[in-house]
């Protein structure tokens, strides 16, 4: 079965850092598309970081110099480096992914991810 399951959320004051993690489990081949999303309460979810099946990146602007995705391949594991955080970031972070290409528009679009993890929380205080 195909599953995500993400780690590395919790509560830090402003200006630290956190890096989170997802697994990536039961996908064949290495054509996937991964993404990092957030809501916060009372807010649509919006898409933050989004990697491509090159390793290329897209950020949102209010996480641009300070929030870095990655992925290992071999590993078949999401990372989201935070650093600088604000209260703003304040969220249920999740992780997603997909096996089709949907577009450059599509890579931060949540209505193109089939597959999501739990979601984990992060606090800044």
């Known amino acids: 079965d195909v599953q995500l399951v993400e780690s590395g959320g919790g509560s830090v004051q402003a200006g630290e850092s956190l890096r989170l993690s997802c697994v990536a489990y039961?996908?064949?081949?290495?054509?996937?598309?991964m993404a990092w999303f957030r809501q916060a309460p009372g807010k649509e979810r919006e898409g933050v970081a989004a990697?491509?099946?090159?390793?290329?990146?897209t950020y949102t602007y209010a996480v641009q110099g300070r929030f870095t995705i990655s992925k290992d391949s071999a590993k078949n594991t999401l990372y989201l480096q935070m650093n600088g955080l604000k209260p703003e970031d304040t969220a249920m972070y999740y992780c997603?992914?997909?096996?089709?290409?949907?577009?450059?528009?599509?890579?931060?679009?949540?209505?193109?991810?089939?597959?999501w993890g739990q979601g984990t929380q992060v606090t800044v205080s």
């Open positions: 997603a992914a997909k096996t089709a290409y949907s577009g450059a528009v599509g890579l931060m679009s949540s209505r193109t991810y089939p597959f």
């Open positions: 039961g996908f064949a081949g290495s054509n996937l598309y």
């Open positions: 990697i491509d099946n090159a390793g290329s990146a």
